[in-house]
């Protein structure tokens, strides 16, 4: 079994659409968790960092972390066709030395106008 | 200003060849990676470095061999290059709060 589940979709949905993208995970050491976007032929983009259980809202996006149950979630509310592209899961077991972050595959995303 | 900086974008290259990628960053972070994306998207840590030491080393051949002349540098050098080693190389850097923000990436493709 992986560290880190992520479904690699495609997922396809029309413009305006309520997005949830998710990861589920085995290890309970894991302490903090974010959300990347990349653009095609670009790198990750940090999108949202989480260090606890419950909900961080930034904007249209809302990151929720359930450690009871090992799972995360991106939420993006009125998706826009500039939303497309492949969102990734990391996450790590502790700030400080061992920074070393786990990654999901990514769940790629198209927003149709 | 570019946060994290990687030259070269682009970098093609036969088989055998030695090459050098280099990543700088001005964010002040103490902790610098490389990162190897592969055809079916996976990041996938090489290595990190803290204040100039190796802190992380994964599973690479060592045909790979990074370089911290300094906290906000780090270069890759990959020699006797192979059809496998095609990518796109990302460096990242990091604070001690572990968030990572990465350079635009090297497409690198050997033939």
């Known amino acids: 079994q992986k560290e880190v589940e992520q479904d690699p979709g495609p997922l396809s949905v029309p413009e305006g659409a309520i997005v949830s993208l998710n990861c589920t995970y085995s290890?309970?050491?894991?302490?903090?968790f974010m959300w990347y976007r990349q653009y095609s032929r670009k790198g990750p983009e940090l999108l949202m960092y989480?260090?606890s259980s419950g909900n961080k809202e930034d904007g249209r996006f809302t990151a929720q972390v359930d450690k009871s149950s090992k799972y995360i979630s991106l939420f993006i509310r009125d998706s826009q066709p500039s939303d497309s592209a492949t969102y990734l899961c990391?996450?790590?077991?502790?700030?400080?030395?061992?920074?070393?972050?786990?990654w999901g595959l990514g769940t790629s995303l198209a927003v149709n106008p | 200003d570019t946060a994290v900086s990687q030259t070269p974008k682009y970098l093609v290259t036969q088989m055998g060849n030695d090459k050098s990628i280099k990543c700088e960053q001005n964010?002040?972070?103490?902790?610098m990676y490389w990162y190897k994306q592969d055809s079916k998207k996976f990041l996938k840590i090489m290595f990190s470095?803290?204040?100039?030491?190796?802190?992380i080393n994964e599973t690479v051949p060592n045909r790979f061999s990074p370089k911290s002349p300094d906290k906000a540098h780090l270069n890759l050098h990959i020699n006797s290059l192979e059809l496998g080693d095609s990518a796109v190389y990302f460096c990242?850097?990091?604070?001690?709060?572990?968030?990572?923000?990465f350079g635009p990436g090297t497409r690198l493709t050997v033939t």
């Open positions: 470095y803290n204040n100039k030491e190796l802190i």
């Open positions: 290890n309970s050491a894991f302490q903090y």
């Open positions: 989480t260090y």
């Open positions: 990391a996450m790590g077991e502790k700030e400080g030395n061992n920074r070393k972050l786990i």
């Open positions: 964010l002040g972070h103490d902790t």
């Open positions: 990242a850097s990091s604070r001690y709060s572990g968030e990572q923000y």
